[in-house]
């Protein structure tokens, strides 16, 4: 059941392309105007504050959920009619790009990082580095809006992404697909060099081998083989993580590979002690911590001198696919 609150914009703090984040009566939360249209100072709204009272890892703030004041009665996207978010309250026509662009019947051998959390994203477009044209490529197992993503931002303004895709129920990147196939084949049409595949900041997760959203790696590593590509994946690791499950190699990064149906190259750094996996492909990662200089790099609230191998195995994958461009 949805948890909906009544409630009067008390702040503006900041506004991005696709995002406002603001405080209803006090509280943060976080709107999407493309999909409840524009918010004002003492607009009255409706806000989901489900997660925040259970005190989900939604970073603590609620999400607007209709503008009484000034978000009735909006008009579709022209030209849509591919839903997102279907059949659920919040469905909204966008115009996707299998719509209006033809896609590449293969990659032609295009290499696609594949990622289990959003961020591994900084670390590894990092490892591509400069000069490629990099499509960022978003998933569902984490979080929807594609806009919520402070990396993408960072990345796109260092031009170590040139076009975001938001897949499935992802919505708000600068291209609409409507799967993780023909996002791909979209950026390979649209002549890119390289693809990054990631869930959204956050992930889904129960505890179990296959019950959490970081298989969205594999759903991409195994389309980029049916079509051509060359799969990187970018395993989790930790030395310091106080689950053990995802000590070491992450039995996330096990699962993923227990799933993946055809050749897939594991990225890990030279000199990593921990117990790799196998096949593998290691990758010299000497200075990867001057190339994420400026890059927002946390992961459960850790950063690179926490836990550097983290970062370091994602910058890993980013260097591998570099390798395959061309």
Request: hydrophobic share 45%.
């Given at each position: 059941m949805l948890s909906l609150a009544r409630g009067r914009v008390t702040a503006i703090v900041e506004r991005h392309e696709g995002l406002v984040r603001l405080e209803v009566d006090g509280t943060p939360c976080v709107a999407y105007p493309d999909l409840t249209g524009p918010v004002a100072l003492d607009d009255e709204v409706l806000v989901n504050v489900q997660a925040r009272?259970?005190?989900?890892g939604s970073g603590g703030f609620d999400v607007l959920y209709?503008?009484?004041?000034?978000?009735?009665e909006l008009p579709?996207?022209?030209?849509?009619?591919?839903?997102?978010?279907?059949?659920?309250?919040?469905?909204?026509?966008?115009?996707?790009?299998?719509?209006?662009?033809?896609?590449?019947?293969?990659?032609?051998?295009?290499?696609?990082?594949?990622?289990?959390?959003?961020?591994?994203?900084?670390p590894a477009s990092?490892?591509?580095g400069d000069g490629l044209r990099v499509a960022y490529v978003q998933l569902g197992g984490g979080a929807l809006p594609l806009p919520l993503?402070?990396?993408?931002?960072?990345?796109?303004?260092?031009?170590?992404?040139?076009?975001?895709v938001s897949a499935g129920s992802c919505f708000g990147g600068d291209v609409e697909c409507v799967n993780a196939a023909s996002a791909l084949a979209?950026?390979?049409?649209?002549?890119?060099?390289?693809?990054?595949?990631?869930?959204?900041?956050?992930?889904?997760g129960t505890g179990s081998f296959l019950g959490h959203g970081g298989l969205a790696a594999a759903e991409a590593a195994n389309a980029a083989v049916a079509l051509g590509g060359s799969p990187v994946l970018a395993p989790r690791v930790s030395a310091v993580d106080e689950r053990e499950r995802h000590r070491g190699v992450s039995h996330h990064t096990r699962a993923v590979l227990s799933l993946c149906l055809g050749e897939v190259a594991v990225a890990w750094p030279a000199g990593l002690p921990a117990p790799?996996?196998?096949p593998r492909v290691e990758v010299d990662v000497d200075?990867?911590?001057?190339?994420?200089?400026?890059?927002?790099?946390?992961?459960?609230?850790?950063g690179p001198t926490d836990d550097p191998w983290f970062f370091a195995v994602a910058f890993a994958a980013g260097s591998v696919a570099r390798s395959l461009v061309g």
């Amino acid at each position: 059941m949805l948890s909906l609150a009544r409630g009067r914009v008390t702040a503006i703090v900041e506004r991005h392309e696709g995002l406002v984040r603001l405080e209803v009566d006090g509280t943060p939360c976080v709107a999407y105007p493309d999909l409840t249209g524009p918010v004002a100072l003492d607009d009255e709204v409706l806000v989901n504050v489900q997660a925040r009272e259970l005190a989900l890892g939604s970073g603590g703030f609620d999400v607007l959920y209709a503008n009484l004041t000034r978000g009735l009665e909006l008009p579709a996207e022209e030209g849509a009619h591919v839903m997102k978010l279907p059949y659920t309250p919040l469905q909204a026509a966008a115009r996707h790009g299998e719509e209006a662009d033809e896609l590449a019947g293969t990659l032609g051998g295009m290499p696609v990082v594949c990622c289990s959390l959003h961020s591994q994203l900084a670390p590894a477009s990092a490892g591509l580095g400069d000069g490629l044209r990099v499509a960022y490529v978003q998933l569902g197992g984490g979080a929807l809006p594609l806009p919520l993503s402070d990396a993408v931002r960072v990345l796109k303004e260092r031009a170590l992404v040139a076009s975001t895709v938001s897949a499935g129920s992802c919505f708000g990147g600068d291209v609409e697909c409507v799967n993780a196939a023909s996002a791909l084949a979209w950026a390979a049409s649209a002549e890119h060099d390289a693809a990054v595949c990631a869930i959204g900041p956050g992930i889904v997760g129960t505890g179990s081998f296959l019950g959490h959203g970081g298989l969205a790696a594999a759903e991409a590593a195994n389309a980029a083989v049916a079509l051509g590509g060359s799969p990187v994946l970018a395993p989790r690791v930790s030395a310091v993580d106080e689950r053990e499950r995802h000590r070491g190699v992450s039995h996330h990064t096990r699962a993923v590979l227990s799933l993946c149906l055809g050749e897939v190259a594991v990225a890990w750094p030279a000199g990593l002690p921990a117990p790799a996996p196998e096949p593998r492909v290691e990758v010299d990662v000497d200075g990867w911590e001057e190339a994420c200089a400026g890059l927002p790099l946390s992961h459960m609230g850790r950063g690179p001198t926490d836990d550097p191998w983290f970062f370091a195995v994602a910058f890993a994958a980013g260097s591998v696919a570099r390798s395959l461009v061309g």
